[in-house]
């Protein structure tokens, strides 16, 4: 409305505007969006109705692409971006996994060959704007930034572009984790504001703090700054990735179990039971999976119903997959993960922890068992790793080195297990964690499955000894092939299955009866005497000593060469 004010319009416009937008009908609206809330802005504010032409033209505005420019398809290159003082923006999200389903292989390939220097292969989209406008402050074509991305952004890959933002200048600003509303999903996102480093006051979650870590953190141990250990590797491994159908629940995995085949061997040599994440935070599905490992597409045909069914319910699929690999192989799953399986052979059993949960919990998986990718495993079987992993200690480390999927930690084998620097106990105090795990672990299994409510059913089938199933196989004949006898816990009776649905870790820590927590602290206590340090410590001052004896066996590895 009109307040009496000359008609004089304000100095500072739509005209001072620049923006890049590589769809063509976003491009169009985004101009006349912005050029309507600056006429209401101006009508509200009193300063009158603004001349003819209502609309005008923005020539600030860009439709282009705003991270690889490939109007030369045989030269990409990267896109100039306008000198501005401030970059504001919401970049796409789309994680590194998906960006070829989405973008096709071509284009992906030429922007990791453009930008492999500076954002890593790994990282997700939202990176490279990220990147970008670093670059853009570094050159001082901006003077500050301020962008949106997913949470992710403060973990692996990711975090690499958020560590030469620090290089280069300082984070200033930042919400770790906000939520937000999209298409009508509930998401959690970062906000980070950053520039070459003149600013002096830094805000993080809301408050004011001193630093700003690259993990979009302000405590005074700076984790970010730990270093993977050598002696770890090869220990703790992402599982399986099917990539289609191969999945059998057990009733047809039972049937398939007891056919013969024309070369005799029996199906349980493809034929194993599976296991994903919400198998371990619920409760088992009771699901086996076809893995017909590394066989050529003629050794795998000789199992013939397995073969046959991999044929009807993954081949199609496989067939129109955009990767050469997975095309012409398209009997094997994607990722097999050779190196996983390679160290879980020799085990009867293994532990594993969900990628993503709410509780951090590890659990005893038996062998043959092969893990989802949902999944990460480690190669261990006794239980003094069990009682490691599970400890408050590493539980405290790898939620700060993690990140998270909305509201739920993810795992990440690279940062929360490579980086841990474990304690070097003395035989009495091994057996002692050994045996608040095996009693920890004990508790919880007499809690999921009572012995009132379930029974042991053993199943019998065909099984070589030098299959998956090895360590049942009874009574083998001259070939190695005899009867496997497999145990399993099921409910007594309908009554004691529903009762046992609501078994689940999820429920049992979301309730967290003093059992469980008395449990918990005496793993604890072993776990803190292995490292002479004491239980009352803060989860503070956790981080800072780990983060040291982390930096120390970093530095004695690399003097030693290893």
């Not at 739509?14 to 101009?31: C, D, K, M, R």
């Not at 608040?436 to 007499?446: G, M, N, T, V």
């Not at 529903?498 to 003093?514: F, I, V």
């Amino acid at each position: 409305m009109d307040r009496g004010l000359p008609g004089l319009l304000p100095l500072v416009g739509p005209w001072q505007l620049h923006g890049i937008e590589v769809n063509p009908y976003a491009f169009e609206l985004a101009q006349m969006t912005v050029w309507i809330g600056y006429l209401q802005w101006t009508r509200n504010n009193g300063f009158g109705e603004a001349d003819d032409p209502v609309l005008r033209p923005m020539d600030t505005f860009e439709c282009k692409d705003a991270i690889l420019d490939l109007s030369d398809p045989g030269n990409p290159r990267e896109p100039e971006w306008p000198r501005v003082d401030f970059i504001v923006g919401n970049p796409p999200f789309l994680g590194g996994k998906k960006m070829r389903t989405e973008l096709g292989d071509g284009y992906v390939d030429d922007l990791f060959a453009l930008w492999r220097a500076r954002v890593p292969a790994e990282a997700d989209l939202v990176c490279y704007w990220f990147e970008k406008a670093r670059a853009q402050i570094e050159r001082r074509s901006a003077k500050r930034v301020g962008l949106l991305a997913t949470q992710g952004i403060r973990g692996g890959a990711n975090r690499e572009v958020l560590e030469r933002i620090k290089a280069s200048g300082d984070l200033f600003f930042a919400e770790s984790d906000r939520p937000w509303v999209i298409e009508g999903a509930n998401v959690h996102v970062s906000m980070i504001g950053f520039d070459a480093g003149e600013e002096t006051e830094r805000q993080l979650d809301g408050n004011r703090v001193d630093r700003i870590h690259s993990n979009l953190a302000a405590q005074a141990a700076d984790v970010t700054r730990a270093r993977r250990l050598p002696d770890l590797r090869d220990r703790a491994f992402m599982g399986d990735t099917k990539g289609g159908a191969f999945d059998l629940t057990g009733d047809a995995a039972i049937e398939l179990l007891k056919m013969v085949n024309p070369h005799g061997r029996p199906n349980s040599d493809v034929v194993v039971p599976w296991v994903n994440g919400r198998d371990v935070t619920q409760r088992s599905n009771g699901k086996y999976i076809v893995d017909f490992g590394d066989r050529s597409e003629e050794a795998a045909a000789r199992y013939e119903a397995p073969f046959a069914l991999v044929t009807e319910r993954v081949k199609p699929a496989r067939l129109s997959n955009r990767r050469d690999t997975y095309r012409k192989l398209w009997w094997i799953h994607v990722e097999p993960r050779p190196a996983m399986k390679r160290a879980l052979d020799p085990l009867t059993r293994f532990i594993a922890t969900p990628t993503v949960a709410k509780h951090r919990l590890f659990v005893w998986l038996a062998a043959p068992t092969l893990p989802d990718h949902q999944l990460i495993v480690f190669g261990w079987e006794d239980d003094r790793w069990l009682g490691l992993l599970h400890s408050k200690l590493h539980g405290t480390w790898a939620l700060r080195l993690g990140t998270r999927l909305e509201t739920r930690p993810r795992y990440t084998p690279t940062t929360c297990f490579e980086t841990f620097p474990f304690p070097r106990p003395t035989p009495e105090q091994e057996q002692a964690i050994a045996e608040a795990a095996r009693e920890l672990d004990a508790l919880r299994e007499r809690w999921l499955n009572p012995p009132e409510w379930t029974r042991e059913e053993v199943l019998e089938f065909p099984g070589s000894i030098d299959g998956p199933w090895k360590r049942y196989v009874h009574d083998p004949d001259d070939r190695g092939i005899g009867i496997v006898r497999y145990p399993r816990l099921v409910a007594k009776d309908d009554e004691c299955a529903e009762q046992l649905k609501r078994r689940t870790l999820t429920n049992l820590y979301n309730q967290r009866p003093a059992w469980l927590d008395l449990a918990h602290r005496k793993l604890d206590q072993a776990v803190f005497a292995a490292y002479d340090w004491d239980p009352g410590l803060s989860d503070e001052q956790i981080l800072e000593r780990l983060l040291a004896l982390n930096l120390e066996r970093a530095a004695e590895e690399a003097t030693s060469g290893r």
